[in-house]
């Protein structure tokens, strides 16, 4: 089965953080048009939901995931479907899942990093952006458990047979 994967690494600066919470990733921006038309994308530990608007805005149908979705709840955009879920329980949440796309910004929970290619149907595309080591010196997240080490992403990637169309290790 030949999957994409689309991945990238950024510490972030606290003085960034509003805009980083409020405003679509350039990165998911750039790449979730790579994501096949008609299927359902997931925006997986969705936050603020600034991801599930953009998808939207692009035509996708969105899974919309997080402990809290109140506030993708008051968006009432028919295009995306709000569940609360708790991503780190002992079982994964989403099994028998299949999907075109599943972002991921600003969130690692290793336990269950491998379901995720278990669940692009073919040709689906992955787009991980996180904090890696070094963002302890800027602030939150600092703890080693939710900071990605060097290459690990390339390294899943591998596992998984996922191509890896970009890559950055970047601090910004």
């Not at 968006?75 to 999907?99: C, F, G, M, R, Y």
């Not at 278990?118 to 602030?139: C, P, R, S």
């Amino acid at each position: 089965m030949s999957q994409w994967a689309l991945h990238t690494i950024k510490a972030a600066s606290l003085t960034t953080l509003h805009e980083v919470t409020l405003n679509p990733s350039s990165w998911v921006r750039h790449f979730a048009p790579a994501i096949p038309k008609g299927g359902t994308v997931i925006d997986l530990a969705c936050g603020s939901g600034r991801h599930s608007r953009l998808l939207a805005e692009l035509g996708y149908s969105v899974l919309a995931v997080d402990q809290d979705v109140s506030n993708i709840s008051l968006l009432q955009n028919p295009s995306i479907t709000a569940k609360t879920l708790d991503l780190e329980l002992e079982v994964w949440p989403l099994n028998d899942l299949e999907v075109a796309g599943i972002v991921v910004t600003n969130y690692l929970y290793r336990p269950h990093l491998d379901q995720l290619p278990k669940m692009l149907q073919k040709g689906g595309v992955l787009i991980y952006e996180t904090f890696a080591q070094g963002n302890g010196d800027f602030g939150k997240p600092s703890n080693p458990n939710f900071l990605l080490n060097p290459g690990e992403l390339l390294a899943f990637s591998a596992l998984h047979g996922l191509k890896v169309v970009a890559y950055e290790d970047i601090f910004t």
